[in-house]
């Protein structure tokens, strides 16, 4: 299967990414983690983007293209994938459809997760990520064992810098205008799932599933 899981930023995306490709044994792709590991690396393509990601602005749409093109030809996508983070604009939705249709596929399903503003603002200002294994945790709703440390690697937690709530009120500009856009070329293709993302992860996870499934049997 071939899912793009899409909504505003902090609504959930990545938590809900990893469950579902573990579920599904497919690969978690993920555009965000992408750029910030080449930031961390400081190679080209990190000093090229860091300007745009740190002040939540979309980075430009050739490089993500060219980014895109390639991590889908590794050949732990070649059966499928969770994507999260990409497309994000109406031409990244159209370079997409070139890049599988290289392949003979297509996206098979989109899962828009929704949540209010606020409680956005809330989750992103209590996120901590950790650099090395990109687990996600929350302050409150997701503690890790060790304050300050990651319960998966040990290394040391850290905040992104665009989850200051001026950058955050920012992004979520950013997904109205540019992102919805997007949403809506799915939408009329019949792909979209919407999915309330309110509630704990376990249960948001049951209902993205509850989609997914009804989809397959009907
Ligand atoms: P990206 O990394 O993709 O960021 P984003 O879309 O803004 O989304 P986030 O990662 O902030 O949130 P999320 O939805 O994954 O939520 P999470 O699960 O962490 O992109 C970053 C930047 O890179 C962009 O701004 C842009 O500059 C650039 N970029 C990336 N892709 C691009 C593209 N295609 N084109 C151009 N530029 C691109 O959860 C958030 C918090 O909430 C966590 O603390 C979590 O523990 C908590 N939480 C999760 N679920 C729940 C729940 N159900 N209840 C309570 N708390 C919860
Ligand atoms: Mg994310």
Known sequence: MRIVLMGPPGVGKGTQAVRLARRLGLVHVATGDILRDAMRGGTA???KVREFVEDGRLVPDDLMGALIGERLKNPDAADGFVLDGFPRTEEQVATLDRVLGFVGVRVDRIIVLRAPDAEIVRRLAGRRVCPNCKAVFHVDNKPPRTA???DDCGEVLMRRKDDAE???????AVFAR???PAIRIYRE???VEDVDSVGEPGEVAERLWNALASERLG
């Open 45 to 47: 393509l990190g000093d």
């Open 148 to 150: 300050g440390t990651c």
């Open 166 to 172: 001026e950058v955050v009120l920012g992004r979520l």
């Open 178 to 180: 540019q992102t919805e």
């Open 189 to 191: 293709r019949g792909l």
